[in-house]
């Protein structure tokens, strides 16, 4: 479940920006373990030579996997990813619990009983499928008063964590050649903790765990399948480089796609909204207020758009647009955060 990594920074050759007259796009990274996302975001940055570079969700050093990299104008996209669903395989631990609640954390309590088996483990954790109200880890990202929180936990100041409501949508329990340890799949709601996941299944089991290893299998539309690993990158050619680019659309995948005649792809390029009612082929889809769509004419995608209601009448609002002039007229465009949505796992 985890992986090396052994390349220099300073050996990947620099050139021109890869992105320099396109949108930019996605690259689906395999993130080995011991690197920060922030590391990756530096390594993405050097590969296609270009300082907008951002993710989709932050992985922590100990984790590997799917990590979604956003290069060139892509980045713009990262604040509508925060909610995507994620997938991961953790190898939950018991009979121990530490202060970060992950395996490179101190040890601050050990559990001497017999530890359960998996059917008890499994009991427990299906009591956490649905929504459920998680307190975040001390070290975690998450800002307080201008500090991250694992900051502060390096300097033995706990504060409290405010719950946060997530949501688990699968989760499935299988036992490994160790009496305590066992996988676990999980399909979650962006933001959720799998650490803290991990320790709150040991709590309820009244013998404590944590989490050994964790290893992201896909977020959003995007699966391990079709993730690279850097050492795969950098022996790559620029031309080859640019085929891994995948479109910004990809992360618009559960929208519907509204196809534009020239005349409306026109006005809803220059920022226009358009009326439901005159496109014939959408307009008895069923759309309500605040439904986000894909936008494209014969070109391709080109927006991110929004139903909102005028006069009565619902219209769709372009609020992002995805091509690459550097301006347009009505729609905004100024890049998003280009460090992720800061969420841990």
């Not at 998996?118 to 998450?142: N, T, W």
């Not at 799949?185 to 650490?195: A, K, M, N, Q, V």
Request: proline share 4%.
């Amino acid at each position: 479940m985890s992986s090396k990594f052994s390349i220099p920074y300073k050996s990947i050759r620099n050139g021109p920006d890869l992105t320099a007259g396109s949108g930019g796009g996605i690259v689906v990274l395999d993130k080995p373990e011991g690197l920060t996302s922030m590391d990756c975001v530096n390594y993405v940055r050097r590969l296609y030579r270009t300082q907008q570079v951002g993710h989709t969700g932050t992985l922590d050093p100990l984790a590997t996997g799917v990590l979604v990299m956003l290069v060139g104008r892509a980045v713009k996209v990262c604040e509508y990813t925060s909610g995507e669903r994620k997938r991961y395989l953790a190898r939950l631990r018991l009979g121990i619990k530490t202060d970060s609640d992950d395996i490179s954390g101190e040890i601050i309590s050990s559990y001497d009983g017999d530890l359960p088996g998996i059917g008890g483990v499994r009991a427990a954790a299906e009591k956490f499928l649905g929504e459920y109200d998680q307190i975040p880890p001390m070290y975690s990202a998450i800002s307080h008063k201008g500090k991250r929180l694992y900051e502060l936990a390096r300097e033995g100041i706990e504060i409290e964590r405010r719950p946060r409501r997530v949501e688990v949508y699968k989760i499935s329990v299988n036992p490994t050649d160790s009496p305590s340890d066992f996988d676990i799949d999980i399909l979650c709601s962006g933001g959720t903790y799998i650490r803290t996941l991990c320790g709150d299944i040991g709590e309820a089991l009244g013998c404590g765990g944590t989490m050994a290893a964790l290893r992201r299998t896909g977020a959003g539309s995007f699966g391990i399948d079709e993730a690279d690993t850097i050492e795969a990158l950098v022996t790559m050619t620029d031309e080859e480089l640019k085929s891994k680019l995948k479109p910004v659309e990809r992360v618009f995948d559960d929208l519907e796609n509204i196809i534009l005649p020239d005349f409306f792809g026109s006005l809803a390029r220059h920022g226009n909204s358009i009326y439901l009612k005159k496109l014939s082929r959408y307009k008895n889809r069923g759309f309500a207020v605040g439904d986000r769509v894909r936008m494209s004419d014969k070109s391709g995608f080109f927006a991110l758009g929004e139903l909102r209601m005028r006069e009565n009448e619902l219209v769709i609002k372009p609020i992002k647009a995805f091509w690459t002039s550097e301006t347009q007229d009505g729609i905004e465009t100024k890049p998003a955060n280009d460090k992720g949505d800061g969420q841990n796992e």
